[in-house]
């Protein structure tokens, strides 16, 4: 059936729609591999994948202690946050999980009684993540869509954005697209709602290329004709928006660059 041996007579009628393979009855493995490898080799992806679940229930163990020693810091100003409810993008990301975690680790364990909004793209996702309770309320969105009535609040922490470097050079357009739609989205929030207070995560990518230490006031140069600057320049530019509704608007909108410390 396999066209492993040819068949003495008679008719073979195969699907041309469906595939076939078996399992070789006398595999020929080295002298070097023993009993025990040649079963354990049978479920090799099995345990790739047992060992990437260990990894990421490492990650996420770290990550709920530095939460939880976050959340005990009596130096933090959580009078101004405690009670509150702020609203937080890309929370299924690196750094927006660690924010969400923070924040429900203050309420569950620390009395913060803070309401979290969190506009994701995938609700089961950020279900899994997060856990369901009364005090989280996940809104559908992607980045570059303009909120609903729904995202409303005190605080706003606007962290989602494309980060994958494959994406900077292959889907460039797309990159900028999103960077500056999702820019607009916030500022036309903000200009209509009463927010305290919104923070827009940015990057150290927007200081092109410097030497030496760096500051807030440096701008190193960019290549405009290199396709994978598409997320730097996308970011100063948001970043140009932000300021811009601030001096315009009179949105209250503080900028984050975040530096590369993972």
């Known amino acids: 059936i396999v066209g492993e041996e040819n068949f003495d007579s008679g008719q073979l009628m195969l699907s041309q729609k469906h ?5 070789e009855q006398m595999p020929q493995f080295g002298e070097e591999v023993t009993l025990l490898d040649a079963v354990l080799e049978m479920f090799s992806d ?3 994948l047992r060992d990437e679940l260990r990894a990421m229930e490492m990650a996420m163990s770290e990550a709920q202690r530095t939460a939880h020693d976050i959340a ?8 101004k946050i ?3 409810t702020v609203v ?4 299924t990301g690196l750094i927006g999980s660690q924010v969400v975690r923070t924040l429900i ?4 364990n620390f009395h913060g009684s803070i309401k979290l909004i969190l506009p994701v793209r995938n609700v089961i996702k950020a279900e899994m993540m997060f856990g369901r309770s009364d005090s989280i309320y996940y809104v559908p969105w992607k980045i570059g869509d303009s909120f609903s009535d729904a995202v ?8 989602a954005c494309p980060t994958s470097s494959t994406a ?3 889907s460039p357009i797309e990159v900028i697209s999103d960077i500056v739609d999702s820019a607009h989205a916030v500022i036309n929030l903000l200009s209509t709602s009463s927010f305290r207070q919104c923070v827009c995560l940015s990057t150290m990518e927007v200081y092109g290329s410097v030497e030496g230490r760096v500051d807030e006031r440096m701008n190193g140069a960019l290549d405009t004709m290199n396709p994978r600057s598409s997320y730097p320049e996308a970011k100063r530019l948001s970043e140009c928006l932000f300021a811009s509704a601030s001096s315009e608007l009179g949105v209250p909108i503080s900028v984050v660059r975040l530096a590369q410390t993972f």
Do not use: C
Not at 72 to 79: I, K, L, T, V, Y
Not at 105 to 108: A, F, G, I, L
């Open 46 to 48: 099995i345990f790739v």
């Open 82 to 84: 405690d009670g509150s």
């Open 152 to 159: 409303k609040g005190d605080y706003f922490i606007h962290a």
């Open 168 to 170: 900077f050079l292959h």
């Open 88 to 91: 937080i993008t890309g929370a």
């Open 19 to 23: 595939t076939m393979g078996y399992l």
């Open 72 to 79: 005990a810091n009596q130096a933090m100003p959580w009078g």
């Open 105 to 108: 680790e203050r309420t569950n």
